[in-house]
């Protein structure tokens, strides 16, 4: 898989693709319009658009009320055959301890559904999570064109 | 902040989502709904939800806990126009909207809160639950 542009590096802007603050609840609204272009844009289907819509609003959020805010970083892949759409969602929060556990269904913290992290990871094509406690974390997700 | 607008239609409350729904919205629409059906005396929610193009987890949530708080204020809910790509992205998700009572349309839904209300029962069984 290539970036077809360069990004940013850990927190910080750059010139490819699309920084976006988390901060409020109006952020995930902002993140999923921005992720609803992106895959009109890289010619997903109505359905696969839907999907990493969803996908992107639950992780958003994840980085607002678990990780106290932080950035998502949005740009078109491609691999030479198909398009997709690569999101990273980056904080700086208290991590996560243990990485199996929070991608079961159900697992919450306390206030969710517990569908979150594991209902993301279904909806999408590849799933990536990085975590190290007391430092933050980071979930990349891509969804391919068919 | 936005407000979703409530309707009233005889003893039926309308509400027709129209903007991309943030959380503090979404809970804004539970709480004036239980004070609106209080106040009028509805019987039965209709929520229509065409225009939205995701139902994420929260936004389900809010709706099961929609239905919830009508059933105990003595009416009944019932979700209309969820899109094909919003049902299946749902089912995916793992979400069940359970409790909660689905029909197309919003003239199907009125139809199913007449039948509803004639039978004598405020809250039909979910025939169109999605996942259980």
Redesign the interface.
């Known amino acids: 898989m290539t970036v077809t542009r360069p990004g940013p590096t850990d927190g910080e802007g750059g010139e490819g693709g699309e920084v976006l603050a988390i901060a409020s609840d109006h952020d995930v609204v902002r993140v999923r319009q921005a992720v609803r272009s992106a895959a009109v844009g890289a010619n997903l289907s109505l359905v696969d658009q839907t999907k990493v819509i969803t996908a992107a609003s639950e992780l958003a959020r994840n980085t607002l009320t678990h990780g106290g805010g932080g950035h998502a970083w949005l740009c078109e892949v491609s691999n030479g055959r198909r398009t997709g759409v690569r999101v990273e969602f980056v904080d700086r929060g208290p991590g996560i301890a243990d990485l199996a556990e929070a991608l079961m269904d159900g697992f919450t913290t306390g206030t969710g559904l517990g569908l979150g992290l594991s209902g993301a990871r279904r909806l999408v094509d590849e799933f990536e999570i990085d975590s190290v406690p007391g430092e933050g974390t980071r979930v990349t997700v891509v969804k391919w064109s068919r | 902040m936005e407000r979703v607008p409530v309707l009233n239609l005889g003893d039926v409350l309308l509400v027709s989502i129209q903007i ?6 979404a809970l804004r629409l539970q709480d004036d709904l239980a004070e609106r059906i209080v106040a009028t005396g509805a019987r039965g929610v209709i929520i229509d939800i065409t225009a939205l ?6 936004v ?2 809010t709706l099961s806990t929609i239905a919830g708080i009508s059933r105990v204020l003595d009416a009944t809910t019932v979700v209309v126009g969820m ?4 049902a ?2 749902l089912v ?4 069940s909207l359970s409790g909660v009572a689905t029909a197309l349309n919003v003239e199907l839904g009125l139809q199913r809160l007449r039948q509803a209300l004639s039978d004598g029962t405020a809250a039909p069984a979910p025939s169109r639950d999605l996942v259980r």
């Open positions: 991309d729904l943030s959380d503090d919205i193009d995701i139902v994420d987890s929260f389900g949530r899109r094909p790509a919003v299946i992205t995916e998700l793992g979400l």
